[in-house]
């Protein structure tokens, strides 16, 4: 059974960073793309950022361009979000999601984590 | 940015049949999803592209598409069946995600 672990969430400082990471197991990891997507207290699912199964290609949605990076080490079958300037409003609950088949973008995502809980608060 | 439009509730019977919409305007070209998201929980995928039931969600869920309009119909609901629903899909160029606003679907 495939499965996908999130860790790294914790209480940040506002301007802060966190390095989230997200392993996969029973999967050919490399095969696929992975997202990352965030919900805040209350709210509804956000998109957050793409990358290929290669690690060629990324994506981000507009509210973190410019402050996060998403990464991957095939070699660990392990998906990063680096987050930097963090703010109060990335609050929320991240989880890393794997898409459904082999295309990286214009796909649903078949497996999730259990997703970790960013706060970001002084 | 690119929006799905749905709306915010639902209100059902036990055994009744609910319909879930998404509007959006690149639906005609993009594939929509529909995910089922219980509190506390990760979402789990109910339907993929537009119409297709991953293996292990039960009949009663079925997707259809039409024009700028997309639904999720539920025959027959359970009471296991109250949780947050929610739609997603890309944008016109086809490289960005985009969610719904999500739909709670109460079950009376």
């Known amino acids: 059974e495939v499965k996908l672990l999130e860790s790294g969430g914790g209480l940040v400082q506002p301007g802060g960073s966190l390095r989230l990471s997200c392993a996969a197991s029973?999967?050919?990891?490399?095969?696929?793309?992975m997202n990352w997507v965030r919900q805040a207290p209350g709210k509804g699912l956000e998109w957050v950022s793409v990358?290929?199964?290669?690690?060629?290609?990324?994506y981000y949605a507009d509210s973190v361009r410019g402050r996060f990076t998403i990464s991957r080490d095939n070699s660990k079958n392990t998906l990063y979000l680096q987050m930097n300037s963090l703010r109060a409003e990335d609050t929320a609950v991240y989880y890393c999601a794997k898409v459904l088949g082999p295309s990286t973008t214009g796909v649903g995502f078949d497996i999730w984590g259990q997703g970790t809980m960013v706060t970001v608060s002084s | 940015s690119y929006k799905l439009t749905q709306p915010p509730s639902v209100s059902v019977s036990p055994g009744q049949t609910a319909r879930i919409t998404c509007s959006g305007d690149a639906l005609p070209t993009q594939y929509a999803y529909w995910y089922q998201q219980k509190p506390g929980q990760a979402p789990i995928l109910v339907i993929h592209?537009?119409?297709e039931r991953p293996s292990g969600i039960p009949e009663r869920f079925s997707g259809f598409s039409s024009g700028t309009t997309v639904t999720l119909t539920i025959g027959g609901v359970q009471a296991e069946d109250e949780a947050d629903y929610y739609c997603q899909s890309a944008d016109s160029s086809a490289t960005y995600v985009v969610f719904g606003g999500g739909t709670k679907l109460t079950v009376l």
């Open positions: 990358i290929s199964g290669s690690g060629g290609t990324t």
């Open positions: 592209k537009d119409s």
């Open positions: 029973e999967l050919r990891f490399s095969n696929y793309a």
